[in-house]
């Protein structure tokens, strides 16, 4: 079943290129167009659209097409400091990859690392376990030149990011994202999970300690078994330096009279 998911990605992918390029309502072309042009069967392309549709970054309006929806509001998870502590999340972890392969960056990819769209970046398509349950599918895109030597069995073995360090790659920070989406018939094959069941999309765009990117992945976690958990500080403290004014998610602005939160987020397996 690797094979219709990762397709669909690619498919996802080119869309997610045009809803980034476009300015909200904005007219994606027609399916008998997109087919054409990525190559693909329009129940595949369909499904593409379907999912962005569903998770609110397309809108389809009957008798008149297909449309690039509103930006999302965006709300930061981070503490006063501008950092996190994140432990481990429960159980044992393992990773089986369904696709390892060298390809040109492209345009959506190559902004996020910085690169040229046509330079090359390892592309890796994994799916995780926990105590030997699907838990996971992540996408990753690591530039070439950041780590040339990266095989089948470093995704497969120990902690990613040890295996960069062994590499010499020695990562800094990240920005990740969380939302909530749906499954589709090749995830919840391979998830083990009914069709458009609940889930969780992760973007995360990661740095060495020189400031370079060297890693954006995002990845689909299963919304039965996997869940986020904030231990909150929510005595008053003096704002840090620069930081911008918002709400922690669930606690409306207003209701802190400091407005500030500190946080620390774990993942946790049910």
């Known amino acids: 079943m690797a094979e219709p998911i990762l397709k669909r990605e690619r498919v996802r992918d080119y869309l997610l290129e045009l809803i980034e390029t476009q300015p909200p309502g904005a007219l994606i072309p027609a399916e008998r167009t997109l087919c ?15 999912e962005l549709v569903n998770t609110g970054l397309l809108i389809r309006q009957h008798g008149r097409g297909t449309f690039v929806a509103p930006a999302k509001i965006t709300q930061e998870l981070v503490s006063g400091d501008r950092a996190m502590t994140v432990p481990q999340a429960d159980g044992a972890w393992t990773s089986r990859v369904l ?8 345009a959506r990819v190559g902004r996020r690392l910085r690169v040229s769209p046509a330079a090359e970046i390892t592309y890796i398509a994994r799916l995780r376990l926990v105590d030997g349950a699907p838990m996971a599918i992540e996408y990753l895109h690591v530039p070439v030149a950041v780590a040339p030597g990266l095989t089948v069995e470093d995704m497969e073995s120990g902690n990613f990011y040890d295996r960069l360090a062994d590499h010499g790659v020695h990562v800094s920070d990240a920005v990740q994202s969380i939302e909530p989406t749906v499954t589709n018939d090749a995830e919840s094959t391979l998830l083990g999970v009914p069709v458009f069941a609940p889930a969780l999309l992760f973007e995360r765009l990661t740095n060495d300690t020189t400031g370079r990117p060297v890693e954006y992945v995002h990845s689909l976690y299963r919304g039965d078994r996997y869940r986020i958990v904030s231990r909150l500080s929510l ?10 004014a918002g709400h ?18 774990t993942g946790d397996v049910q």
């Open 36 to 50: 054409r042009q990525l190559a693909v069967s329009r129940p595949t392309l369909r499904s593409a659209v379907d």
């Open 235 to 244: 005595a008053p403290t003096a704002p840090a330096p620069g930081a911008r």
């Open 248 to 265: 922690h998610p669930g606690i409306p602005p207003g209701d802190l009279s400091s407005g500030t939160v500190r946080s620390a987020t």
């Open 99 to 106: 696709e390892h392969a060298r390809i040109p960056a492209g």
